[in-house]
């Protein structure tokens, strides 16, 4: 069962070189990317970039799906819609779940087990807290993650 | 007439505080996020990361859906799929477009004329290309773009 429908969401995974989507129906549509302050610094919210390397699991986007949406519900975003490609026919995945929060989009290289991840959220959320579960997954051998506070309010 | 309705492709735009969303079938399937090589070094894609400032029409989803579909194909990308959540009662804008080459995404905030664009591009797109075509549209009176290039190979 992919994280959507245990979620109670419609999600499809078609066989290969198809898109598919799942369009989110929620009774929890009001916005929840609000600006944050922190340590001093007000600013729309935090962007990770992340490039894993020696990574696998990276041919599948229905697991891809699973534990991008895991990820973005365990640094307490929530889901408006997830969509995902996949290539053939080297199979890699390109992917995107858009959030009340911002979003988190992912590009998968197989043949280089190379992954690039960027994990946008803003409000109460903590992007961090999105990693380790991806990791869980994709075993990568090195991860190179780059901090952006975007919408950096520059004081008067 | 939205920008996926000029390319021939089906796209949606309801009223306010909905979820919509424009999957592309497309007989051009095949990937094109290949690895480049660029001034000795070689990565997998430039991505630009354009906080937008002092801007207009931010809570347009329709307008935003064309725009960002037109900076895509002038940069020289292919549209695999589009979506864009409205979100009310403040009126900011959440999207993606998934792309052949990667993806751009948006969130705005329009009751502080703020918008956080992410472009992904691998391939023979050049992303610093997108940029002009949503400055159209946005009217921002400051651009931060901050390039970061995803998958650098290490030489050993």
Not at 94 to 109: D, F, K, M, Q
Not at 125 to 154: I, S, T, W, Y
Request: charged share 20%.
């Amino acid at each position: 069962m992919n994280a959507l429908a245990q979620l109670g969401m419609v999600s499809e995974h078609p066989s290969n070189n198809q898109t598919f989507s799942a369009p989110v129906s929620s009774d929890d549509e009001e916005r929840k990317d609000y600006f944050v302050e922190k340590n001093g610094e007000k600013f729309a919210g935090t962007h990770l970039l992340v490039d894993l390397w020696g990574a696998t699991n990276l041919d599948d986007p229905a697991k891809i799906d699973q534990t991008l949406c895991e990820a973005a519900v365990t640094a307490g975003a929530t889901i408006l819609h997830s969509h995902f490609h996949h290539f053939t026919p080297n199979g890699g995945v390109s992917g995107v779940v858009v959030l009340a929060e911002s979003h988190i989009s992912i590009h998968t290289w197989p043949e280089r087990n190379f992954a690039a991840v960027d994990i946008f959220m803003c409000g109460a959320c903590d992007p961090h807290l999105a990693v380790p579960v991806m990791q869980r997954l994709f075993q990568a051998k090195r991860l190179e993650v780059n901090e952006e506070r975007r919408g950096r309010v520059v004081k008067k």
